[in-house]
């Protein structure tokens, strides 16, 4: 059974960092490209960055370049979110998704399988 689940998140103030968790069960993520999504209050889920099964690195927001990185480690079949800085207007539930056809490309469909988010919040 594919699950994903993520982990990490939390109360932090502004500046603070967080580094996320999205930990695979089921199947091994190596081979797929991962995507780190978020949804804030009443708008709708977005993009944030992924990482492809050859290890390149989209970022779907330039709000994020220079604070939040993504990576992976295939033996312990996670994939990380390392968020820097963080501001106001980072605040979200995060989540995480993969599917044998997403792909880093802005035209891709959105991934299939999700994890059941990781909420985020950054207040002083």
């Known amino acids: 059974q594919v699950q994903l689940v993520e982990s990490g998140g939390g109360l932090v103030q502004p500046g603070g960092s967080l580094r996320l968790s999205c930990a695979a069960s089921g199947f091994s993520l190596d081979s797929y490209t991962i995507g780190w999504f978020r949804q804030a209050p009443g708008k709708e889920r977005e993009g944030v960055l992924c990482i492809s099964s050859s290890d390149g690195v989209k970022y779907y927001l330039d709000s994020v370049k220079g604070r939040f990185t993504i990576s992976r480690d295939n033996a312990k079949n996670t994939v990380y979110l390392q968020m820097n800085s963080l501001k106001p207007e980072d605040t979200a539930l995060y989540y995480c998704?993969?599917?044998?056809?997403?792909?880093?490309?802005?035209?891709?469909?959105?991934?299939?399988?999700w994890g059941q988010g990781t909420q985020v919040t950054v207040s002083s």
């Open positions: 998704g993969t599917d044998p056809y997403y792909s880093c490309d802005t035209t891709s469909p959105p991934p299939g399988h």
